[in-house]
């Protein structure tokens, strides 16, 4: 079992940057793969970055690439997502996520991020 606790959402004029956090307890992160999700207001939760367990592989969402950048450490437990050149269009609670061969069952309460036009 493993709790996530996302943290650095928040308030962003277009063009900024910010950057996410999500913190793991359990003794079992390195085994599971990290995703981030993203909800905005009306529309389903959609996929935003993948890294896996190993550190080897990531995936973006078509939106995303180029501009956000996955990453871990699995010795502090750790995922982050680097977001540039961010748009009003990112606007949305993300969420952290834990899971294996593409099924998350682990998530975080989520954090907001505002993007001002």
């Known amino acids: 079992q493993v709790q996530l606790v996302e943290s650095g959402g928040g308030l962003v004029p277009a063009g900024g940057s910010l950057r996410l956090s999500c913190t793991a307890s359990?003794?079992?992160?390195?085994?599971?793969?990290m995703a981030w999700f993203r909800q905005a207001p009306g529309k389903e939760r959609e996929f935003v970055a993948r890294?896996?367990?190993?550190?080897?592989?990531?995936n973006y969402a078509d939106s995303v690439k180029g501009r956000f950048a996955i990453s871990r450490d699995n010795a502090k437990n750790t995922v982050s997502l680097q977001m540039n050149r961010l748009k009003p269009e990112d606007t949305a609670v993300y969420y952290c996520?834990?899971?294996?061969?593409?099924?998350?069952?682990?998530w975080g309460q989520g954090t907001q991020v505002t993007v001002s036009s």
């Open positions: 996520a834990a899971g294996l061969a593409g099924t998350y069952n682990h």
């Open positions: 890294i896996s367990r190993s550190y080897s592989i990531t």
């Open positions: 359990g003794r079992s992160f390195s085994t599971y793969d």
